[in-house]
């Protein structure tokens, strides 16, 4: 692949051209296919991702019911953020739901580049606080909203959502089966005719 970690958008003008070279030097880009997965339960997260195109998903296996609680597209960070920080086994899955292309964050490198480069590595501690805070919010409204809300709110933030991921993962990860994601669909769809 062509493409460097130091030419994704907004990269040049926040690396230096020493950084730029060291950052493409030790984060490489690739591609992952569909059903790809990047974690298992059980193991050390020794790499932790950002999404340049398509679409990944954090689940868990609850005796054998796999529960979606995260969808990871276009700009986004992908990490089982506790499992790579404190280099301790993750208690979840991290699966490609289409064809991906992935930057490559491989925790070595990253401590190396930490190291050399302080303001990079405030950088990302600022991107983390960003992305921990939206995960707060994900949770108390998922908490607090019924299942027909949670939907509505993801017609209306992610919308793209509901056309490039499967309805059994959607139900999941709105907590309901997908009969019952079939009928919220439908409802929503009458209320809006009439």
Same mark, same amino acid.
């Given at each position: 692949?062509?493409?460097? =970690?130091?030419?994704? =958008? ?27 997965v ?5 193991? *050390?997260?020794? %790499? ?7 679409? *990944?998903?954090?689940?868990?296996? *609850?005796?054998?019911?796999? #529960?979606?609680?995260? !969808?990871?597209? $276009?700009?986004? @960070? /992908? &990490?089982?953020?506790?499992?790579f920080?404190?280099? /301790?086994?993750?208690?979840?899955y +991290? @699966?490609? /739901? %289409? ?8 925790? &070595? &490198?990253?401590?190396e ?12 501690? *600022?991107?983390?606080e960003?992305?921990?805070? $939206?995960?707060?919010?994900?949770? &108390?409204? !998922?908490?607090?909203?019924?299942? %027909? ?13 509901l056309? #490039? /991921? =499967? ?6 990860? +709105?907590?309901?089966? =997908? ?13 809006? @005719?009439?």
């Amino acid at each position: 692949m062509d493409l460097k =970690p130091s030419q994704l =958008p907004g990269m040049s003008e926040l690396l230096s051209p020493e950084e730029a070279r060291d950052m493409d030097r030790l984060v490489p880009i690739k591609r992952f296919r569909k059903g790809s997965v990047l974690l298992k339960a059980g193991d *050390v997260a020794t %790499e932790s991702w950002y999404c340049i195109e398509g679409c *990944v998903h954090m689940y868990y296996d *609850v005796d054998g019911d796999l #529960r979606t609680t995260e !969808f990871y597209t $276009e700009g986004q @960070a /992908v &990490a089982s953020l506790y499992s790579f920080i404190n280099q /301790v086994p993750a208690n979840h899955y +991290l @699966a490609c /739901v %289409e064809d991906s292309t992935l930057v490559v964050w491989r925790y &070595a &490198a990253e401590r190396e580049l930490f190291g050399k480069y302080p303001n990079l590595e405030s950088s990302c501690r *600022v991107s983390v606080e960003s992305d921990f805070g $939206e995960h707060q919010e994900k949770l &108390a409204s !998922f908490l607090t909203r019924t299942p %027909e809300q949670r939907y509505m709110d993801l017609m209306e933030q992610r919308p793209d959502l509901l056309q #490039r /991921v =499967p309805q059994y993962l959607l139900a999941s990860y +709105l907590g309901v089966t =997908p009969e019952s994601l079939s009928r919220i669909r439908k409802r929503i769809l009458s209320k809006a @005719a009439g």
